[in-house]
């Protein structure tokens, strides 16, 4: 069975169709990249996976191991294993870093009917993790994201993603922003989540990223479908001759 | 568990329309005729065995109310209020005079200990509960004086306070055994004549607390006072005096419930501190009035005139509020900082849901040399709720090296209330340093999306943005009453989303 079945999927946005019938098989263990120029309708897809507001299916499915993900709330696909890395993620000033981490980190094992954290055994794993990611002690302290620089923002997100240790990670456009050496810690910290267990999706304009977190396929969206799908050759064949050509093709 | 799940766990156990607080304890009680009167003035004096002088102060103010008119500039509508209509007075029927706990109606014990406010000093020896995730807190002991609808009816840890020379006890017994006390202060900071509210309230105040905190002494305990109003169409008019007299130090805190009721009720009190040279005021309130139903039926009218002065050189006082309850507020904690070097602050959390209406702030008047004032207020509007800051902050001539410093944020949920910032900012001398910030800001999709993403709920999601939203003034309140707030903030917005 598929970690990860998006059959034939069709949404709308305030009455216009963003996504026309796309269709995404991942399995365990695989890490798929989706490129594709702005509007193509990548960054709509990691929404409604993950569930956010605002997105209409008006046909096809969603199913996350075997289960109809679309039935489901976000927090409660949260708790089944599903984390998108935001491409923005948002500041909560007032709400320290480790707070935010535990009350999540709990809220979901909860849900999963397994025990929370106690506190020692939390900071210790959060102190493992922060450290493989050269995240400072003192950014746990400071309010969720608030001041941190756009390198800070994703390396929290790479953090998040290593605690609640879920096993299907969307990637939305985590190379924005960031130089290059802010992109490398980043990177490394997905690498090393990556098993045999756990997919990733991983959504950029740019092949720059798949230097550091190397596909095992990539697919090209245009207009709200996918139009191309390949292995990682793909991805520098586009670098060369661009999404033009995929215009007509949608 | 942390607080915020723990406040998530409670509300779940809530249905939206239901206020915790919202039950009526029956009991034989004894009521002045309806309606407003000299006569009903002398009856509530009468009651309470005052000596002349204070009756002739309370007609005085009587009379002075009868040529006012009420204000109407605040930000908040609601029908005329029928102040013949009203009970002036209601006491549980006393069985003789209370000596001991073991002579209070039980039934008047029973809902203390409802609200979870032990009357017992057994039970406060007890201690608080722990923090989660933190060790014991040091076990602290409150004084606590309970108000029931107009009288005082339990007054805990006298005889400890005595031994430090602190005097706790109902301001109606203050009358009779510290007259000279009373009669130097009373009206002193709020006088008879300030406004509608307090004019009416200096009339007909029927109990409330009384502190003195002798030269040099640190209260060695918290001092609390738990507000209840239980009888129908009964108007509450309490009246608390604290005195901090030259070096000394007290913390002071409020709470106040009131049964789920159709009709309005109206609460018009009076509190007025008084600090002198070298003293510090802490005074806290939660208040949680009973806010009315969904559709906006019913609620307290909270019309309270509240006033500090900082009378001596380097004294201090400090306001913290949390306002959760009430139909509508009407509610300015001030400072005087008449003596040189002395210092007020501000800090508030008022949360309004449903039809609530809030219209509260502070002023901050300089007139000694090198005062300072500091107001941090945080506004949140949910539902269909109008709230609005008013604040002034003003330096006299002479105060020179005034400063102060505001910072007003308000944090809107949904889209159907309000948040209004009004502040009134005067120097009239060249030397005074003003600093305003204001900041409203709305809950986004994007953050409650964030959050649900990683695994919480739209309510634990809601709770955590305003608790965090909320945190300055939180840290400011004494750590038994922060934690209680932290969960009241929750349990007002519940049904604020979604």
Known sequence: MALLEVKDLKVRVEEREILHGLTLTVNEGEVHAIMGPNGSGKSTLSHVIAGKPGYE???????????????????????????????????IPGVA????????????????????????????????????????????????????????????????????????????????????????IAADGVNALRSPKRAMVVITHYQRLLNYIVPDFVHVMSKGRVVKSGDKQLALELEESGYTQFEDAA | MPAVQET?????????????????????????????SEDIVKFISGKKNEPAWMLQWRLEAYRRWLTMTEPTWARVEYPKIDFQD?????????????????????????????????????????????????????????AVDAVFDSVSVATTFKAELKKAGVIFMPISEAIREHPELVQKYLGSVVPTSDNFYATLNSAVFSDGSFVYVPPGVRCPMELSTYFRINERNTGQFERTLIIADKGSYVSYLEGCTAPQRDENQLHAAVVELVALD?????????????????????????????????????????WTQVETGSAITWKYPSCILRGDNSSGEFYSIAISNGFQQVDSGTKMIHLGKNTSSRIISKGIAAGKSQNTYRGLVTAHRKATGAR???????????????????????????????????????????????????????????????????????????????????????ISLEGSVG
């Open chain 1, 57 to 91: 299916v008006t046909d096809g499915q969603i199913l996350f191991k075997g289960e109809d993900l679309l039935e489901m709330d976000p927090e409660e696909r949260a708790a089944k294993g599903v984390f998108l890395a935001f491409q923005y993620p948002v500041e």
């Open chain 1, 97 to 184: 870093t480790m707070n935010f981490l535990r009350t999540a980190l709990n809220a979901q094992r909860k849900a999963r009917g397994e025990s929370e954290y106690s506190t020692p055994d939390f900071l210790k794993k959060v102190r493992e993790v922060s450290k493989s990611l050269n995240i400072p002690q003192d950014m746990l302290k400071r309010g969720v994201n608030v001041g941190f620089s756009g390198g800070e923002k994703k390396r929290n997100e790479v953090l998040q993603m290593a605690l609640f240790e879920p096993s299907l990670c969307i990637l939305d456009e985590m190379d924005s922003g960031l130089d290059i050496d802010a992109l490398r």
């Open chain 2, 8 to 36: 998530v766990e409670r509300v779940k156990r809530i249905d939206v329309d239901q206020y915790r607080y919202g039950f009526e304890t029956l009991i034989d009680s004894e009521k002045a005729p309806k309606g407003l």
């Open chain 2, 86 to 142: 009203i009970y002036y007075y209601a006491a549980p029927k006393p069985k003789k005079t209370v000596s001991s706990l073991d002579e209070i109606d039980p039934e008047i014990l029973k809902t203390y200990e409802k609200l979870g406010i032990p009357l017992r000093e057994v039970a406060m020896l007890e201690g608080v509960e722990p923090k989660p995730g933190e060790e014991d807190p040091a076990r602290r002991k409150i």
């Open chain 2, 278 to 318: 070298d003293a510090e005021i802490k005074y806290s309130t939660v208040q949680n009035w009973y806010p009315g139903n969904s559709e906006g039926k019913g609620g307290i009218y909270n019309f309270v005139t509240k006033r500090g002065d900082c009378r001596g050189n380097h004294s201090k006082i400090s």
């Open chain 2, 404 to 490: 102060n410093f505001t910072a007003c944020d308000s944090l809107l949920i949904g889209d159907k209330c309000g948040a209004h910032t009004v502040p009134y900012i005067e120097a009239k001398n060249s030397s005074a340093t003003f600093e305003h910030e204001a900041t409203t800001s709305k809950i986004s999709e994007d953050v409650l999306f964030y959050c649900v993403q990683r695994g919480l709920s739209q309510e634990e999601a809601v709770g955590l943005v305003v608790n965090g939203f909320v945190k300055d003034v939180l840290q400011q309140l004494p750590m038994e009453f922060a934690v209680e707030a932290q969960k009241l903030i929750s």
